[in-house]
């Protein structure tokens, strides 16, 4: 119960004197963990859509695969991205390595199958109840899938913020592409790992709680903007 009480009191002490190393690795955590979940959610929202208004050979082998692939492990992940972006890879050139770079490509490697699969049951369901309408109207494939998508813009919020809530809390794939390098590549979880191998186990659980803080801070946010409150859609 000690080590909590200190992470604790570690952890109000380094929000309220707002200190540097903290402000730094907590917004290198929320720009790179958004700006994956911005690049996933391009990708497997339209995903999503088309396998929900599109009938071809391979759909439900598609969805198989997606679906599998939420539990993808993340250390492969990381493995595979670094892999390829190692200095005898296809990508090395580019030298993305311990980047912030290669650690949003892990993370919307692990983060699409996720946010695809989550969006697809949503819009699975919306398409049953506007499959007649849409077709009456002839609309194109397109025209379809943006309706879908903005008609079930709110439960599409549900799929991002799971997706943000793994991304924000993965550590296995960021270690191995990033490298946790002090001022460049540490984020908040590789940070706990860190400070939990050197038995600080006090500023450990303080930065567990800052961490915890941005994810409920972000889940508030995302309900807000959705409005889900008062239309009473929680």
């Known amino acids: 119960m000690l080590d909590v009480w200190n992470g ?5 002490w380094l929000v309220v004197r707002l200190d540097p190393d903290l ?3 907590t917004l290198r955590s929320l720009q790179v963990t958004l700006t994956a979940l911005v690049i996933a959610s391009l990708i497997a929202l339209p995903l999503a859509a088309l396998l929900a208004v599109r009938r071809f050979r391979w759909r439900r082998a598609v969805i198989a695969v997606l679906n599998a692939l939420m539990g993808l492990p993340p250390v492969v992940v990381g493995l595979v991205v670094y892999i390829l972006l190692s200095r005898s890879g296809p990508f090395g050139v580019f030298g993305l390595l311990f980047t912030p770079t290669a650690m949003i490509i892990a993370q919307v490697i692990i983060i699409v199958p996720l946010i695809a699969s989550i969006a697809h049951q949503s819009l699975r369901e919306l398409w049953t109840d506007y499959h007649d309408l849409l077709i009456s109207l002839n609309v194109t494939q397109r025209q379809k899938m943006q309706t879908l998508l903005w008609d079930a ?3 599409l919020l549900t799929a991002a913020l799971a997706g943000f809530g793994r991304a924000i809390g993965e550590v296995g794939a960021i270690m191995i592409v990033g490298g946790n390098i002090d001022h460049v590549t540490r984020v908040l979880t590789t940070a706990i790992a860190l400070e939990t191998g050197r038995g600080d186990f006090a500023l450990a659980l303080g930065l567990g709680f800052v961490l915890i803080a941005l994810a409920v801070t972000v889940n508030l946010v995302i309900h807000g903007l959705g409005r889900t409150e008062r239309e009473g859609r929680w």
Do not use: D, V
């Not at 604790?8 to 109000?12: R, S, V, Y």
């Open 8 to 12: 604790l009191a570690a952890a109000f």
């Open 23 to 25: 402000i730094e690795i």
């Open 153 to 155: 813009r709110r439960a």
